[in-house]
């Protein structure tokens, strides 16, 4: 009988730009850990289905599950990186067409289903921290230690605007960019919810340095 431990798996979720993924990326690298950011899968998959042409209120389901077939990811130095067709997309799937597309393509059950699994997959070997929506509900309910992301809508929309940007906003830039991520947390609630065993961290008043720490002495008791 093997006696080998089955891998770490640390789960990162909450609303849109509550910075799980640069969070998640930071906690991995003080633990020794590799970060793999399930919302890039998502974009791989939207930018695939981009390339068709046509526009997303003409996708359907299974197009874009074919369209998924073409993305895969590797392992790199610290974290999983997409590719499509084999080639490395990450700047691709930052841009605004992507970013407009990929609610309707997150939606999407099949989709969910195929892009869990490959989670679940690709996690199988590797001690990893992962971050998305639902990682520690419907992808990995047994995980370790599962964390739950908040800040309010205002707070989110600064930070995103000045890593977007490299400056603080104007108030207009605030209050639209404060609005789309109120929409995106209507659009995202049904799949964006904290699993029961999780760990609420409100990052509002605190430095990013300031919840990796609290996150990373959580896994150390865990680990």
Known sequence: MSSAKPPLV??????????????AQMVAARLGMRHLDSGMI???VTASRLR???????????????????????????????????????????????????????????????????????????????????MGTAVFPDARLKVWLVALPEVRARRRILQRTGRAPNAAELAAETAELERRDVMDSRQTQPAPDAVWLDTTGITQ????AQIVALATERR
């Open 209 to 212: 340095d300031e919840q990796v």
């Open 42 to 44: 998502y974009r791989s």
């Open 10 to 23: 640390i789960t990162i979720d909450g609303p849109a730009a509550s910075g799980k993924s640069s969070t």
């Open 52 to 134: 068709a042409g046509d526009s997303s209120e003409h996708w359907t389901e299974p197009s874009v599950l074919a369209a998924a077939e073409h993305v895969t990811v590797a392992l790199g130095d610290t974290s999983f990186r997409p590719l499509l067709d084999g080639a490395d997309c990450e700047s691709t799937i930052r841009g605004e067409a992507v970013t407009s597309a990929v609610s309707l393509v997150a939606k999407m059950p099949q989709v969910r289903i195929w892009v869990n699994a490959l989670i679940r997959t690709t996690a199988a070997s590797h001690d990893i921290v992962v971050d998305g929506r639902d």
